[in-house]
């Protein structure tokens, strides 16, 4: 067969930890997310020749999307190269899945172009990589869910084990995103290093409740699991009007509210659409009366995640 030359991207927005799920818990956006162009070049190696959106770095050594490529093609050696052309629509930094949506188009990309000689589970150990260089540790709860699609567990890391788990087909997601920035690396400086016993018994059940929730598509389990006992305490403290956000999109109905990643971005699940967009008119309204700029997003949770387009 021909392989072909040059491949189109869409790499969705993902939503990690969901509440109960710290480090190994994320999901995909329906309609959020970044494009990339990558293109067989004769010259080896990785070039970026275009970056339009936000401003990200050309050298491909600090480049999340070329560390992964480079660590794909490492092991694959091809007597040829590639050059990338990345269009971001998810802004850095703001706990949507910036660097894993660029760490997973990168590597689904050069995949497809060499003919798929790595399975998913390989691609995830490469975009690692990437996602390294941007918050300075190794986690895979956004480019899992970015690169499998649906909720996805990360079960293991070293060796990476992968677990889809079900997505309820009523499941909704409304973000907030304040345009205020809170560096990831900065967002994990501040957590804990230790945790007590009871926390973690609390953490635990709650992570179990959601599981057999997902399973069984049971809505009311769902909320009442969706609580973080370990993380959320810390990070809310940098997301200005978190608790109205929360306390106000759960008394509307909203199965959880929680921090998207390691913010700012702040999610709520909804089941249906009409409640989502009733959480949305009420983060916008506890933000319209601040200074603060915000964007905001309502979408299903895809069942896919990276795909050609
Ligand atoms: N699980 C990570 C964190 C996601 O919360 O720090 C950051 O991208």
Request: net charge neutral; glycine share 8%.
């Amino acid at each position: 067969m021909q392989h072909m030359n040059e491949i189109r991207v869409f790499s969705p927005a993902t939503v990690s930890n969901v509440a109960c799920g710290f480090d190994i818990l994320g999901f995909p956006l329906e309609s959020v997310g970044d494009e990339m162009v990558v293109r067989k070049t004769i010259k080896k190696g990785i070039v970026i020749t275009k970056i339009e959106g936000f401003d990200l770095p050309f050298e491909v050594n600090k480049n999340v999307a070329s560390v992964s490529a480079l660590a794909l093609i490492d092991s694959v050696k091809p007597d040829f190269g590639f050059e990338i052309e990345i269009y971001k629509n998810i802004k850095p930094g703001s706990g949507i899945g910036s660097s894993g949506a660029s760490a997973t188009s990168s590597v689904y990309a050069i995949n497809e172009l060499l003919g798929r000689p790595f399975n998913k589970l390989e691609l995830t150990n490469f975009a690692m990589k990437g996602e390294f260089i941007a918050s300075n540790s190794e986690h895979a709860d956004n480019i899992a869910p970015a690169l499998f699609g649906g909720f996805t567990l990360v079960k293991n890391l070293h060796p990476l084990e992968i677990l889809q788990l079900p997505t309820p087909k009523d499941l909704y997601v409304i973000i907030i995103h304040p345009q205020i920035e809170i560096k990831t690396s900065e967002s994990r400086d501040i957590l804990p290093k230790m945790v007590s016993l009871s926390d973690t018994t609390k953490q635990l059940s709650e992570l179990g409740g959601l599981i057999h929730a997902l399973h069984t598509s049971d809505y009311e389990l769902m909320k009442k699991s969706l609580n973080d006992h370990l993380v959320e305490k810390h990070r809310s403290k940098l997301i200005p009007y978190f608790d109205e956000l929360k306390s106000k999109s759960l008394a509307a109905g909203a199965i959880g509210c929680s921090i998207s990643g390691s913010g700012p971005s702040v999610f709520a699940l909804a089941k249906g659409k009409d409640m989502a967009i009733n959480i949305e008119s009420i983060f916008k309204s506890v933000y319209s009366k601040s200074n603060i700029d915000f964007a905001t997003y309502v979408s299903k949770i895809s069942p896919n995640g990276v795909v050609t387009i």
